[in-house]
């Protein structure tokens, strides 16, 4: 995988080689070199081929330890179904706050030592490939975003101000959850997920809702998360820079109830031009099976 350190370096540059030798890779490297579209000084990790199930494992960290339950999640990156297309920031993710704890204290805990003398206090996730032979660690995300935040509070029965104040007084080592799953889908309209010329395509863009005026309370509204819009004219509109609408969240006893009540959500929001997988969550049911017949989940 190339992927370029630092927080500033374009998602859309990242790319997975699709070759065990990384012939791929190497060719991608050289143009890249040629063309001079990489910054002086930039660095990126050259990591081993692996083939496997990609999912990552997260959990709260008070400043000397971590707080119950971790979280699984399953995070879909590529802009189009059936992981095709270019790398986006995140195109929608599945997530649990059961059955994580194995896969937990075989990764993310080993850490606890680490965080506390570096006085880490808050998220903390560790994406993983996952063979029958071991695991393999990818990359730390140690902050809140899009859409996780969106995603993971739909299953939390506490705000997070709640949880948030619980890691920094250090009262208790545990937060109320729901069981089952939630599902998140980024909406989106062009040029997502690149920002060149959104201000002609996109920008200004009205957003309605199927049931009646956006003005009025929206049916599953709180599974409904605005991210780059503006209120103008009494009209809801696509604003900033890249074209994010927005997230539909969904929860459920199992993943296909989950799936079902996001789509759901993001049915109600009709935009000229609207854009978001129709797969997301598809594979995670068979991922879990996996996973627990190699002894990583419940």
């Known amino acids: 995988m190339v992927k370029l350190n630092g927080a500033d370096a374009e998602r859309t540059r990242s790319y997975v080689g699709q070759l065990d030798d990384g012939r791929d890779v190497v060719a ?11 910054a002086e000084g930039a660095s990126f990790v050259l990591m081993e081929h692996v ?40 195109m929608g993710t599945v997530v649990s706050y059961r059955g994580a704890g194995t896969l937990f204290e075989s990764t993310l805990a080993l850490l606890r030592d680490s965080l506390k003398a570096a006085r880490h206090c808050g998220y903390v996730n560790l994406n993983l490939m996952v063979n029958e032979r071991g695991i393999w660690p990818l990359e730390f995300t140690s902050r809140f975003g899009y859409p996780g935040y969106a995603i993971c509070g739909a299953l939390h029965l506490e705000g997070w101000d709640t949880l948030f104040c619980r890691m920094l007084r250090r009262d208790s080592l545990n937060f109320a959850t729901r069981e089952g799953f939630a599902c998140g889908v980024v909406l989106c309209v062009p040029p997502f997920p690149y920002a060149y010329g959104y201000e002609e395509l996109s920008k200004g ?22 991210c780059e819009v503006q209120w103008q004219d009494n009209q809801l509109l696509a604003s900033g820079t890249t074209g994010y609408i927005g997230v539909a969240t969904g929860t459920g006893a199992d993943v296909g109830a989950a799936r079902t009540a996001a789509y759901a959500t993001a049915s109600q929001v009709v ?27 419940r």
């Open 205 to 226: 863009l009205p957003i309605i809702a199927r049931d009646g005026d956006l003005t009025k309370p929206l049916r599953d509204r709180e599974h409904l998360h605005f």
């Open 51 to 90: 083939q496997g199930i990609e999912v990552g494992v997260g959990a709260y960290f008070n400043g000397e330890d971590f707080l119950k339950p971790a979280l699984l999640d399953w995070e879909h990156k590529h802009f189009f179904p059936g992981e095709q297309g270019e790398l986006t920031g995140e």
């Open 271 to 297: 935009v000229p031009n609207l854009r978001y997988r129709q797969d997301i969550g598809e594979r995670v049911t068979g991922d879990l099976r996996q996973l627990a017949a190699w002894g990583h989940v």
């Open 28 to 38: 991608l490297l050289h143009l890249q070199g040629a063309q001079r579209k990489v």
